[in-house]
């Protein structure tokens, strides 16, 4: 009913109470009310009428909002149509047929677009399948043993979330992805009983390796049986790994046969470290000094004579410990070439024939300077400047060549 329409548009009472409801050209009796006004008996019906409008409304939100599936609303439809019209209430009844014939109208355009939505996610649910066989098919074929496990396991309870497709469709994806884990099952079991193998080869190994060192263990002979030590630990590696408690034990036994060894090396050594640390004390002294000794020395036979005295001294002095070797051989190395310094010098300075080069080398470049000078004079009294720019810059660079050249000669004279 519109706002403008009143209940006795639509229906009346009689005398006795009956409510009769129109309907276009007719009218239907919907009930008695005795003992009620003829106002009270009509509204009485037109609540139910009411009721029945506010269900149509209601229905008319959800298919217009799809909240039900097209197939749920035009059942719904089919059943309110046939209430509204069987309704005993007085209102506009056809107006209510006609708004649920509109909402019968929406239904095919629904229709069509379930079929597509449907159609898009079992297309989706196709390439998403697809997508794990794909992957599936490529673990069986790797070596991940660890990973592929867990992969495996979250591709089946991905699987399992996706929706059904068409029957042939899926069977097929999954006869491929049941294959393919099955094959990953089986390459792994392969691979792990090969694994358990070797693991029990190694152990063998690492026990006839055990058998081996315990006879060395109380062995003094320190190098060589340190050399076997290390062979032994090379073939301990090259074996590989036993199963993990197995391999821990075997590697603790091992472990002590070696302790008991260098531990035993290395008390004999620290004696000898004792030792070795006096003579490094005694040939630091000894270097320290004939540094002293030397310094400032011009005298090429008392720095000879320096440098043998101590060489004596020094190579009667024992070993010192490794790692000090290095720096004490280089400064014994500075201090001999220290001395094979100054003996070149004094040869340099008493060559008869390096003093004549010299000499020649001067009086060179001195007869050249005094030509360019003289030049230089010629020009200037001229006046020929550009002559006398390119004198001038020879003369500079003859004169620092001569300069250096008198150098080289006083040493001969020093």
């Known amino acids: 009913m519109t706002e403008t329409q009143a209940p006795k548009d639509f229906g009346r009472v009689d005398e006795d109470g009956t409510v009769y409801v129109t309907v276009g050209d007719t009218e239907r009796s919907v009930g008695q009310v005795p003992d009620a006004t003829p106002e009270e008996a009509l509204g009485f019906y037109t609540r139910r ?16 909002s799809q909240a039900m599936s097209p197939e749920d609303a035009r059942k719904a439809i089919d059943t309110l149509k046939a209430n509204v019209a069987e309704a005993n209430a007085v209102g506009d009844l056809p107006a209510l047929t006609a708004q649920l014939e509109k909402l019968e109208e929406l239904l095919p355009a629904q229709i069509e677009a379930r079929k597509a939505a449907r159609a898009e996610q079992n297309a989706a649910t196709v390439a998403a399948k697809q ?70 080869e190694a152990k063998a190994i690492k026990e006839a390796i055990i058998a081996e060192a315990e006879p060395l263990a109380d062995s003094t002979d320190w190098g060589p049986t340190a050399g076997a030590f290390r062979d032994l630990m090379a073939r301990w590696k090259a074996a590989g790994s036993a199963r993990r408690s197995d391999d ?93 310094e100054l003996e070149a010098d004094e040869w340099r300075r008493t060559d008869p024939e390096a003093r004549q080069r010299a000499e020649d080398t001067v009086a060179l470049f001195q007869s050249q300077v005094d030509k360019l000078q003289a030049d230089l004079a010629d020009a200037e009294a001229k006046g020929d400047t550009r002559k006398v720019k390119d004198t001038a810059k020879s003369l500079e660079t003859y004169q620092s060549w001569l300069d250096q050249a008198k150098e080289t000669l006083a040493e001969f004279n020093a």
């Open 49 to 64: 009428y009411e009721n029945l409008a506010a269900e149509v409304n209601l229905l008319g939100s959800r298919v217009e």
């Open 131 to 200: 997508a794990m066989v794909d992957e599936a098919e490529a673990l069986s074929t790797g070596n991940d043993w660890r990973g592929g496990v867990d992969r495996f396991r979250n591709l089946l309870e991905e699987w399992k979330a996706l929706p059904r497709i068409d029957r042939a469709t899926d069977n097929e994806l999954w006869r491929r992805f049941s294959s393919a884990r099955t094959q990953y099952t089986r390459r792994r079991k392969a691979h792990f009983s090969e694994v358990n193998s070797h693991r029990d």
């Open 248 to 340: 821990d034990a075997l590697w603790a036994r091992f472990r002590a046969i070696q302790d008991k060894f260098f531990d035993a090396r290395t008390n004999a050594q620290q004696a000898v470290d004792g030792e070795e640390a006096e003579n490094l004390a005694a040939k630091t002294a000894l270097v320290e000094q004939v540094e002293k000794d030397l310094e400032g020395v011009t005298d090429v036979e008392k720095a000879k004579s320096v440098h043998r005295e101590f060489l004596e001294k020094y190579s009667e002095l024992g070993h010192v410990p490794r790692k000090a070797m290095r720096d004490l051989d280089n400064r014994v190395r500075r201090i001999g070439d220290k001395v094979s």
